[in-house]
């Protein structure tokens, strides 16, 4: 098996993550209907065929006026109504001295008003005549032409991804389907003799199998990122079975595997990469938990292989699967961010690795944080990852931390991204 130079467990954890993001490319680009496109990333820039909105309207429901007509009374004035515009349709008649036109949110505004009063400030007299009893919104509430979006402008470029707002904006000029990089396939399946998937329940309730907890977090954690799941099992210890699984993932557009990437005599998954002439170009990162992580290409597929234990599977994939799935997207920004938090509690730690601890952040009402453990932080322990809202931080060349101590966490399912990871 090629390998590159740094190979024997250098990486730290950011390094490692770079080398990842560095290999892998976006996906071919499609064109999809607006309707199934969140959560995707546009592929190109979108710029607009019209102002948005196309012609002064209103704001409120009212009488639309001109303000000279008030300028010389004396805070109530009676005006004559010309005609009535509801939203959907468009005034025939301009507006003179005296007159004004019931208008409604959304309409456009007749030629020679510039404001429009609201219905509750003025009191209809009779058929084609109203007061106006006060004029605080003489000359306002309405929508200028182009106020949001102006003809011919850049609406959204390349990279940007699209929530509700941006399929919102893309509606809003137009734009009935949109180009995005593919949604990625990524295969996946665990090994072992001692793991069984939950049809196998009473075996695992007689404590004589392992149930397969890494199928669905695994699962549940690819398609939250934004790729397609394709579940290959679990294998057993037998290098053909791996072998054939590993081949049953050669048409999807990346491969994870789970377990078998330790030193182990039973840890096949190294043994079946080198017989098929796959690429590694790393094997081990300084971290814990999660430190036999792999990383190569089989041709052009990459593959990841995380480590076995629930919580090391799930750590990891936040840290090297998940930027991977974001760059095949179209994503700028890879990686969650950081946050700077306060230790609560005294923490004990082992080797000098860095240490991903599962953790509660709270925040006070002056913004501050502060970090909790979820328990213990056994790698098998997979209640301290369902506790938990951050990965607490703590340095290779720290032995632990006191409370009162600074560190960072970064914080699970935020938002904001960073386009180089702070870990």
């Known amino acids: 098996m090629t390998s590159t130079s740094i190979f024997s467990g250098e990486l730290t954890p950011a390094q490692a993550a770079r080398q990842i993001t560095a290999e892998i490319r976006l996906l071919p680009v499609e ?11 546009l592929a190109s820039d979108v710029r607009s065929p019209m102002d948005v909105p196309m012609w002064d309207n209103s704001a409120m429901d009212g009488y639309a006026v001109r303000s ?25 008649k301009a507006l003179g001295p005296g007159e004004c036109t019931r208008i409604f949110t959304g309409a456009p505004m007749p030629e020679g008003a510039d404001g429009v009063v609201r219905q509750e400030d003025a009191t209809p007299l009779g058929p084609g005549r109203v007061r106006i009893d006060k004029t605080r919104d003489v000359g306002k509430n309405l929508r200028r032409r182009g106020e949001d979006i102006e003809k011919d402008t850049v609406v959204l470029t390349r990279g940007t991804p699209l929530g509700p707002a941006q399929l919102g904006v893309l509606a809003s000029v137009g734009e009935s389907e949109v180009f995005v990089h593919r949604r990625p396939r990524v295969a996946f399946f665990g090994s072992g003799d001692e793991i069984a998937e939950l049809d196998e329940r009473d075996a695992i309730l007689r404590g004589q199998k392992i149930a397969s907890s890494n199928t669905y977090t695994l699962q549940a954690m690819i398609r939250r990122a934004g790729a397609e799941p394709i579940n290959l099992g679990v294998a057993p210890d037998d290098p053909d079975d791996i072998r054939r699984r590993v081949k049953a993932g050669f048409t999807s557009d990346m491969l994870i595997t789970s377990a078998g990437v330790s030193v182990g005599e039973h840890d096949y998954v190294r043994l079946v990469l080198d017989e098929i002439k796959a690429t590694l170009k790393f094997w081990k990162v300084r971290m814990r938990p999660g430190a036999p992580v792999g990383f190569g290409v089989i041709g052009a597929l ?6 076995g234990n629930p919580v090391s599977t799930m750590v990891t994939f936040e840290l090297f699967v998940r930027p991977a799935i ?16 306060t230790v609560t509690e005294s923490i004990k730690l082992g080797p000098p690795l860095r240490h991903f601890l599962r953790a509660v952040v709270t925040e006070d009402q002056d913004g501050k944080r502060t970090a909790a453990l979820t328990g213990a932080q056994g790698s098998g322990i997979l209640t301290s990852m369902a506790k938990a809202n951050a990965l607490l931080i703590v340095p290779e060349d720290k032995p632990g931390a006191e ?8 914080l699970l399912d935020d938002p904001v991204h960073t386009p180089e990871p702070t870990f």
Do not use: Q, S, Y
């Open 403 to 410: 409370p009162g101590d600074a560190l960072t966490a970064m």
């Open 302 to 307: 990459p593959w990841i292989g995380l480590p």
């Open 68 to 92: 000279t007509d008030f300028e010389a009374a004396a805070g109530v004035a009676e005006l004559r109504v010309i005609e009535t515009v509801p939203a959907g349709k468009f005034p025939k």
């Open 31 to 41: 064109c999809i209907p607006l309707l199934e496109a969140l959560d995707r990333v």
């Open 326 to 341: 974001r760059k095949m997207l179209g994503h700028t920004n890879l990686f969650r961010r950081t946050v700077p938090v």
